[in-house]
């Protein structure tokens, strides 16, 4: 048991939830306690007698997890005992960008010892692809489906790593389940901060992105390589380090295996959509200076 | 204090649930070709690739360990992705002998 989460839970094939969640823990050897609200990684890791955890875990709602991770980092200050572990929260996106933003920002101002983690997987996944805020434009969901008139949904992916900043918390960073190595460097350097840390990593979903179960790995690198996902890291306010990319893609290579921007190539909008996709690829890449 | 009642689980009792029957094909390691990097073990989704030691050769007066992959069919799904990532192409996809025609 090296990765302190077990064989036999109910994830689809090829899903990178489980990917993300062992390096995790791995690096952390174990020593945390688990807050995870409902999600996906919820559904599949603690049905009923059959927990795939091997650290202390608890379920909370869905908009709670923040306020819940700050309540045992508070007991856990009480009582003296701050040494047994680290407290982690495994989020959704819709969890941290939606439903529980309001006590995630709570926890960031009271600047709890809490490492969040957001896994992006970039739509309510657990429910079969709704959209969230962190679904990015031309997304073709269940609630923003592409049609005659609609190119899937209109507007903009939320920065919450912006969000996480402005709320001055000494650790911000995002990853990829693409390079677990970097995974986990990230969160051995995120507990060495006193605070709040936020990392929010890339899950690419099989069955609402409309991938091949061995694709996941691709297209989470493909994401980082096009700069649509860059990968930063902020210590203290300052961006310390970002992945630098060797030779950017265009964004199509990135859209294009994807069922849920197929539409794009052949809707009468599509055009614009993949236009500001890539406009939106250039910004980060000028932005964060990832170009070699 | 000691909880039991209500919803306890126990830690790994996901093991109960052996998931090795959901997918068509399963991974075949070539032990030739395979170098013991653990990539697939790093990546692996359910946790049933190992490195284990199956031996020790010397190499240059220095004793080395010959590292090989092992996988757990009991709980493999079939998924692809330690083929996908393996840097020596060790590891091949073969479709499982109840599903050939």
């Known amino acids: 048991m090296k990765f302190f989460f077990s064989s ?11 990917i993300a969640v062992k390096n995790v823990l791995y690096a952390l050897e174990g020593k945390c306690f688990v807050v995870n609200p409902t999600g996906c990684l919820e559904i599949i890791s603690s049905q009923y007698d059959r927990s795939a955890w091997g650290v202390p875990y608890i379920h909370s709602v869905f908009e709670n997890a923040a306020a819940v991770a700050a309540g045992i980092d508070a007991a856990l200050k009480a009582l ?5 572990g680290h407290v982690v929260v495994f989020a959704g996106d819709g969890a941290t960008a939606d439903i529980g933003i309001g006590c995630l920002s709570g926890m960031f101002d009271r600047n709890h010892d809490v490492l969040y983690i ?12 709704q959209q969230s805020g962190l679904t990015p434009p031309g997304s ?3 609630t923003t489906p ?3 008139i609609l190119p899937g949904k209109i507007g903009r992916k939320k920065d919450m790593v912006a969000f996480a900043l402005a709320h001055k918390i000494p650790y911000v960073a995002t990853a990829s389940v693409a390079y677990p190595t970097d ?13 709040a840390k936020y990392i929010q990593i890339l899950c690419p979903c099989v069955t609402g992105w409309g991938i091949n179960s061995n694709e996941t790995i691709k297209v989470a690198k493909l994401a980082v390589e096009t700069a649509l996902y860059p990968i930063v890291e902020y210590e203290n306010g300052e961006l310390v380090r970002v992945r630098k990319i060797k030779e950017r893609k ?26 500001e996709l890539q406009r939106i690829a250039d910004e980060n890449a000028k932005r964060f200076g990832l170009d070699e | 204090m000691k909880i039991t009642l209500g919803a306890v689980s126990k830690p790994y009792s996901a093991l109960k649930m052996k998931t090795g029957d959901w997918g068509t094909h399963w991974p075949k390691v070539d032990e030739e070709l395979c170098t013991g990097c653990g990539t697939c073990e790093m990546f692996c989704p359910d946790m049933c690739i190992e490195v284990v030691k199956v031996g020790e050769e010397e190499v240059n007066g ?8 092992k996988v757990n069919y009991d709980y493999c799904k079939g998924c692809g992705l330690c083929a996908e990532v393996c840097p020596t192409n060790a590891i091949k996809m073969e479709l499982k002998d109840i599903y050939k025609v």
């Open chain 1, 8 to 18: 036999g839970h109910g994830a689809c094939p090829g899903c990178s939830l489980p």
């Open chain 1, 80 to 84: 003296g005992r701050k040494d047994e």
């Open chain 1, 118 to 129: 957001c896994l992006d997987n970039e739509a309510y996944q657990n429910t079969g692809n």
């Open chain 1, 140 to 142: 073709n969901t269940t």
């Open chain 1, 146 to 148: 592409a049609g005659k």
């Open chain 1, 183 to 195: 995974i986990r460097r990230k969160v051995k350097r995120a507990v060495e901060f006193e605070g």
């Open chain 1, 250 to 275: 265009p964004v199509e290579e990135y859209l294009k295996i994807q069922r849920r921007f197929r539409h794009l190539f052949k809707h009468p909008k599509g055009k614009e959509i993949i236009e």
């Open chain 2, 62 to 69: 220095k004793i080395k360990e010959i590292k090989k992959v």
